[in-house]
């Protein structure tokens, strides 16, 4: 069976500095991973996927992921954090199944301070 | 492009009570979900449609039923609503059933309350 795992409930990190979103990885297949973003009241909004080739995917605003098969990891990253940047990342692995849906981590709020 | 709108935005239910939620998508996708939001659970998948005239039941179809009206359409119908029903209900859309690379597409969501 697919899963995620965000071992983080609570990311915080000052303005500009870099930040790290973890993510960690369960199939028994070729892992498709993806990340999406919520912001307050809002639905969730795509950001990045990882299929194949590249261990550095860029995504939206900014956002990058490396994935790590070794480490059955695919921790979402940007170099430069905003206060914009604050909300909750959802990391989530395609299902293999008919349903082809996704699979959630439980998510992590980002707080960027000012 | 709107992309994937839900009806209403909020919603108050009596125990009991039946409601539908509305979802339509205007990118031509062929492919419909329908998740409920559960703080410290994430996203957990209620129903899908693969295509228009499919429907399958996913992780947590219990007290749901669903609709493929036409390929815009997908609605979520609660028949008796119960407590344990109150949730943010996201659809979603993709574009081909069965192709593992395609990105789903979210719509705002509707925050259901069942007292």
């Known amino acids: 069976a697919q899963s995620v795992a965000q071992p983080e409930d609570q990311v915080n990190v000052a303005e500009g500095n870099p930040l790290t979103v973890k993510c960690t990885y369960s199939v028994s297949g070729n892992p498709y991973l993806f990340w999406y973003v919520q912001y307050p009241n809002r639905g969730l909004q795509f950001l990045l996927k990882y299929i194949t080739g590249d261990n550095l995917v860029k995504g939206s605003y900014g956002f990058e992921a490396e994935f790590n098969k070794s480490q059955t990891s695919f921790h979402l990253k940007k170099p430069s954090a905003l206060v914009s940047d604050s909300a909750l990342y959802f990391c989530?692995?395609?299902?293999?199944?008919?349903?082809?849906?996704?699979?959630f981590g439980t998510g992590t709020r980002l707080t960027v301070i000012p | 492009n709107a992309g994937v709108t839900q009806t209403p935005k909020f919603q108050v239910l009596k125990t009991g009570q039946s409601m539908t939620l509305q979802c339509a998508q205007d990118m031509n996708h062929n492919s419909m979900y329908w998740y409920r939001q559960d703080p410290g659970m994430g996203l957990r998948l209620i129903y899908y449609?693969?295509?228009?005239?499919?429907?399958d039941k996913g992780e947590v179809p219990n007290g749901y039923n669903v609709s493929r009206l036409n390929k815009r359409e997908f609605s979520l119908r609660l028949e008796s609503a119960a407590p344990s029903q109150t949730s943010v209900y996201f659809c979603a859309s993709s574009e081909n059933p069965g192709q593992i690379r395609e990105t789903q597409y979210f719509g705002p969501g509707t925050r259901l309350l069942v007292l």
């Open positions: 989530a692995v395609r299902d293999w199944g008919g349903a082809n849906n996704l699979f």
């Open positions: 449609s693969a295509s228009e005239g499919t429907t």
